[in-house]
């Protein structure tokens, strides 16, 4: 079409009548532009950390009181947990004992990641004794938590001393930085470092400071990846039968 | 043709779909024609924003996992909001919907099925937003399920199967999952329903206007050659008509969200958790939408007869009134005047619904006693109905021939319904001017001189006979630059918004409030170039 046929054939208007045109589908545009930019960026999960650093908590049981060293039992058959750093993101809070139920020291050691063949530093035990130490809950093999991965007293019937997974059959020794046993895990369990205050085992206090080790399954990053937890001053400890 | 396919008649008669419509339905006043399409478009926007929520809800955490969501999550507050909003606006979109079919007539035949689709979707809308509002799991979802279970438990001999099968076996979890579950297989049927009620009202064509069907039943609308097609006239219409409804839908709750001391019934947030020793403060209230039900269930009789019976009585009369009037109403006659009684209880009933909604918000939770009830249910009742049979006869004898007698009986039932809400007030407070009588007295003060000088400025003619709309002779230059200027500021608005950080509460605000501006410049362009373009 020659450029005469084509000024007979539209109608004269027909330039400004496409400039308000396409000033309405510019603006049309804009609003899907702008709905797809909120849209997108809302549903792609934050991988930025939700908290800029670990809290520092102080360990509660359920009615707000703080977790004493004499309100710990050694060695205790029963499932002791809180939620650090993270909503449901369970840690064993243990005392540990020996055969004979008395308060063992734990020290720290230098455990090995076999997946990496890096290494770092466990913290060892917190409190008068030197005893209470904590763990993340969730087994590094395929994200089992408890009751299925749990401590195993020296009264069990099998894997006295050590925290087992029923899952897949994964160990980790808590006496030696929760290092891996057997497998078919190829990571210890994060290390929750702790702190102590008081001397009075009955009124005393402990904190979670932060995560040193792995980190926890299936974590991009321990501050990412999950809601952060209501209070910014405490956790709760929560006791369930093993 | 006897055996013709019921679904190819849907398709093809009286024209293929997408049907051409009548040019007054774009005309001025021509969106009543379109109140089902703004419904949609609030739906479709409801059920977006729904799925980004499904990403981040955890029944598990559900307060946490909200306020979460709110807090963290990029844009959540202007997606969790605006879904609240929403769904706000989709009930009171299903209610003028309905009031517009009732006043129109379209419950008639040939329609029945229609009207009666139209039901289940509005009760299916009230149900997925009781479900919804429940979901946040704070102080006012635990008080809204628990009225929700004292309900459905009482209803006789399945009474427990009922509570378990929508509120769980108990435990918080079980609870949340399946408010969850609830949500969204309503919101399908709705989705569901809605297909059936659409491709019913195209079998059934549009509602003509009462010249065109000559106000007799069954009113069909027949192309008599002069309409237009679809494409494009229609669609940007259409597209107008969702463009505006969804700014407007985006920019309340946008604004709402940092203005402060928002009341807890129209906050755009989720209040505290139950267990927080905060929620003492906050009034018990169910969401607006159930505020009637939920004040019927304070009166002296009611509380004798129990949750369940009282509710049957007080949702399920209106209810069944409105299942069986295209049975009762079976005249053929659509003209308001041979309907006086369709008339008055329609009137009547939003009457009920407004003052028992604004009573519960003002006095939730206070026993009224069964005087007070009776005087509630009987004077509105013989006054209205009275007053439109009288009007109708008058009319009727040709005694009344103001023009706008329509506005003004709209503006007089205004007018008595905020005198009666006042005397109510007056009488019930004891004269107790506490900050909540005086606010409610103020409000329905406003609104009482507001429709008194209406009706009286429409009786006493002061408003000039309308003028014919003078040609606006706006050259074709003035509409390239107004084009332009919105052009120019619908980029300006989307780099704002596609820049900003959106760290805050502030930025989401005004994130949203540039959206929504943007959605109405997008209306507004359309409206121009129809005007231009069309001569619309």
């Keep these: 079409m020659s450029e005469k ?12 009548r496409n400039f308000i045109k396409m000033m309405g589908v510019l603006a049309i545009g804009a609003a899907s532009i702008g709905f797809l930019r909120g849209g997108i960026q809302n549903i792609i999960p934050s991988s930025s950390p939700v908290l800029t650093g670990f809290p520092s908590l102080k360990l509660v049981d359920t009615t707000g009181k703080p977790i004493s060293t004499n309100s710990l039992v050694v060695n205790n058959p029963e499932i002791v947990t809180f939620d ?15 055969s004979n139920n008395k308060d063992v020291e734990i020290k720290p050691v230098t455990v090995s990641i076999p997946l990496t063949g890096q290494t770092f530093q466990s913290p060892g035990g917190v409190g008068p004794y030197k005893s209470v130490v ?9 994200g089992c938590v408890p009751p299925e991965i749990r401590y195993h007293t020296f009264t069990a019937s099998s894997f006295d001393g050590k925290i087992h997974c029923d899952c897949h059959g994964s160990t980790y020794d808590p006496f030696e930085g929760f290092k891996v046993v057997t497998g078919p895990t190829q990571r210890p369990l994060p290390n929750v470092i702790m702190s102590h205050e008081g001397s009075d085992p009955d009124t005393d206090s402990y904190y979670v400071k932060s995560l040193v080790g792995p980190v926890i399954y299936a974590h991009t990053s321990d501050l990412s990846g999950g809601n952060p937890l209501p209070s910014t001053t405490q956790t709760t400890v929560t006791v369930t039968k093993g | 043709m006897a055996n013709e396919n019921l679904i190819e008649k849907i398709m093809n008669d009286p024209q293929p779909i997408p049907r051409k419509v009548p040019d007054y339905m774009r005309k001025s006043g ?73 006043f129109v007539g379209a419950y008639k035949r040939p329609r029945q099925m229609q009207w009666l689709s139209g039901i289940l979707l509005l009760l299916m809308t009230i149900g997925v937003g009781f479900f919804g509002y429940s979901m946040s799991g704070d102080v006012l979802s635990a008080d809204a399920t628990d009225v929700g279970r004292g309900i459905s438990g009482a209803v006789p001999v399945i009474g427990q199967y009922l509570t378990s ?63 237009k097609p679809w494409y494009p006239y229609n669609l940007l219409y259409m597209m107008q008509i969702v463009l505006l409804t969804l700014g407007i839908v985006v920019i309340i709750p946008s604004v709402l969200a940092v203005i402060p001391n928002v009341p807890a019934l129209f906050s755009p947030f989720p209040q505290v958790a139950p267990n927080s020793p905060l929620a003492m403060s906050v009034p018990a209230y169910p969401p607006w939408f159930l505020l009637f039900i939920y004040k019927e269930l304070d009166f002296q009789f009611a509380q004798g007869l129990g949750p369940f019976y009282a509710t049957l009585i007080f949702a399920g009369l209106p209810l069944a009134y409105l299942v069986l009037l295209p049975y009762l109403d079976t005249k053929a006659s659509l003209k308001l005047v041979d309907r006086p009684i369709t008339v008055s209880f329609t009137i009547v009933g939003v009457v009920y619904l407004a003052i028992l909604s604004a ?75 506490t900050p909540s009588v005086l606010a409610g007295l103020s409000i329905l003060g406003l609104f009482l001189g507001i429709s008194l000088l209406f ?5 006493f003619g002061i408003f000039p006979p309308k003028a014919r709309k003078q040609e606006e002779n706006i050259s074709k230059n003035t509409y390239v630059a107004y084009s332009s200027i919105m052009g120019v500021l619908s980029i300006v608005i989307l780099i704002e918004i596609l820049s900003m950080p959106f760290g805050n509460i502030y930025n989401q605000s005004l994130y949203g409030v540039g959206l929504g501006v943007l959605l109405l410049i997008g209306g507004v362009m359309i409206r121009l170039y129809r005007g231009q373009y069309y001569g619309e």
Excluded at chain 1, 84 to 98: A, I, K, Q, S, W
Excluded at chain 2, 189 to 206: D, M, V
Excluded at chain 2, 455 to 459: D, E, G, T
Aim: glycine share 10%; proline share 5%; aromatic share 14%.
């Design chain 2, 165 to 227: 099968l929508f509120f769980g076996s108990g435990t918080q979890l079980s609870l949340f999952h399946r408010l969850l579950a609830w949500h969204i297989v309503l919101a399908a049927l709705i989705g569901i329903f809605f297909l059936a009620h659409f491709f019913l009202a195209e079998y059934n064509t549009i509602m003509p206007s009462g010249k065109d069907s000559g106000d007799r039943a069954p009113a069909i609308d027949k192309d008599d050659g002069t309409y």
């Design chain 2, 455 to 459: 009706a009286f400025a429409l009786i």
């Design chain 1, 84 to 98: 650090y750093p993270l909503v449901d993101e369970p840690n064993f809070l243990l005392r540990l004992g020996d």
């Design chain 1, 134 to 142: 904590a763990s993340s809950a969730i087994c590094q093999h395929l």
């Design chain 2, 30 to 102: 021509g969106f009543m024609f379109w109140t089902g399409a703004m419904v949609s478009a609030v739906f479709l926007y409801e059920v977006v924003t729904g799925l980004i929520l499904l990403f981040y809800y955890q029944p598990s955490n559900a307060y946490k996992s909200t306020e979460a969501f709110l807090n963290t999550v990029p844009f959540g507050s202007i997606i969790l909001t605006t879904h609240l909003y929403g769904a706000y606006a989709m009930i009171v979109l299903v209610y003028i919907h309905l009031l517009r079919n009732l």
């Design chain 1, 5 to 16: 046929d084509r000024e007979e054939t539209t109608p004269p208007d027909s330039s400004r």
């Design chain 2, 359 to 433: 009573w519960g918000a003002l006095e939730p939770g206070v026993p009224i006693n069964n005087g007070i009830v009776a005087i509630f249910y009987i004077v509105p009742l013989v006054v209205i109905t009275g007053f439109v049979l009288f009007l109708t006869k008058m009319i009727k004898q040709g005694k009344i021939t103001n023009p706008y007698i329509g506005g003004i009986v709209l503006s007089a039932t205004f007018a008595g319904l905020s005198a009666f809400g006042i005397g109510a007030i007056l009488v019930y407070s004891g004269m107790n001017f």
